[in-house]
């Protein structure tokens, strides 16, 4: 955008702020005020889209639209996804509400340790040599506590790459973000842990490889090896047209090889708060989860609002949610964590929607947790 536009757009913003928020009850001032807000959110500019859909969702604006809400809200998804982070921490924490309000209640807490929707204990021991992600469940004074521990292995084929420590700070972060309190299976809490290291493992551990332009002409070799050309087509897809993505090997399970790779937008890899988030969804990949959106390219169908309660509290349009494992600036659901259970209790990736057309869907979903 040019600067002399982009600057026109945020006087425009600046000066309705001003004239909306300190009105004194001056109705002419406030309606000029709302005026130029609105002006500002037809150009696109995030804050005041973001504004607009806080004073929608608090009551204090009426629109004309059949749904309000979901228009608030898709408002406050746009500033989000530009950049504004007073919209990204909102967004999360509304949705997050909004769940907990249509869902939580439906579910007293349950004690003992934990067990599936049949009542049926699960238990998880997975570890060893070969096991990239161990992950353990025990029941301990009185709580259920998952710990999932791995080794990081920062692999980089341009030995003077600049703003490692960011880049490897920044992917532990996202990972550790998959700590902390959930409730699954109708209630029950669980405890999640996660445990890092960096120290050298021959096998165990997960691989986090920067996609430098030195990887790329080494993928692209590789590539012209490749058996068929659908394998092939799919392959350059990965590497030219995904900023990251996750391999699993042929099929996830609990023994695969599990590596991270990660693009930056600038090529610089110093953007922190960028690929922390992305290390954030591609962990979930490693954890057995596959992706919630529509994708084409990937031939899944995606997953409309409505098909599952679980997921509604987090919807912010027809087929997006608000959700780590479809957009990774979102925040990890129990619906998550009941999947990563269910993963390495199982042995098997768990899934929203078809991929490929094969599969079927996890049996956490439709149970409304």
């Not at 068929?228 to 993505?245: G, N, W």
């Amino acid at each position: 955008m040019d600067e002399n536009v982009k600057e026109s757009i945020e006087m425009t913003r600046e000066l309705g702020k001003s004239c909306f928020f300190n009105s004194d009850g001056d109705e002419e001032k406030r309606k000029l005020g709302l005026e130029l807000l609105l002006e500002a959110v037809k150009k696109k500019d995030p804050e005041a889209s973001f504004l607009i859909g806080r004073l929608i969702l608090g009551g204090k604006l009426t629109t004309s639209d059949k749904d309000p809400a979901d228009r608030a809200v898709s408002l406050v998804c746009f500033a989000a996804n530009h950049g504004y982070m007073r919209a990204r921490t909102f967004l999360n924490l509304y949705c997050e509400a909004r769940y907990h309000a249509e869902v939580g209640k439906n579910f007293p807490p349950q004690e003992g340790p934990l067990t599936d929707f049949e009542g049926k204990p699960i238990k998880i021991d997975r570890r060893g040599v070969f096991t990239p992600v161990d992950a353990v469940l025990k029941y301990e004074n009185g709580k259920n506590v998952l710990t999932l521990s791995t080794t990081l292995d920062f692999c980089y084929l341009d030995s003077d790459m600049e703003n490692k420590e960011i880049l490897e700070q920044a992917v532990i972060d996202g990972i550790m973000d998959w700590e902390g309190e959930y409730e699954v299976f109708g209630g029950q809490k669980l405890t999640v842990r996660i445990l890092l290291s960096l120290d050298s493992n021959m096998f165990d551990h997960i691989t986090v490889l920067p996609v430098t332009e030195n990887l790329i002409d080494a993928m692209h070799s590789v590539n012209k090896v490749l058996v068929t050309e659908k394998q092939k087509e799919r392959a350059e897809i990965l590497i030219d047209k995904k900023r990251s993505f996750a391999f699993l090997g042929f099929k996830w399970s609990v023994n695969s090889r599990k590596t991270i790779f990660l693009k930056s937008k600038s090529g610089r890899f110093d953007d922190y708060d960028e690929m922390k988030h992305v290390a954030k969804h591609e962990f979930g990949h490693a954890l057995g989860l596959g992706d919630l959106y529509e994708s084409m390219v990937d031939s899944l169908p995606g997953v409309s609002r409505g098909t599952y309660a679980e997921l509604d509290g987090y919807a912010v349009g027809h087929k997006d949610y608000n959700l780590v494992m479809c957009d990774h600036n979102g925040p990890i659901s129990n619906n998550d964590i009941e999947m990563v259970v269910l993963a390495f209790s199982e042995n098997e990736m768990q899934l929203y929607q078809p991929e490929q057309v094969k599969g079927r869907i996890s049996t956490a979903l439709g149970k409304g947790n």
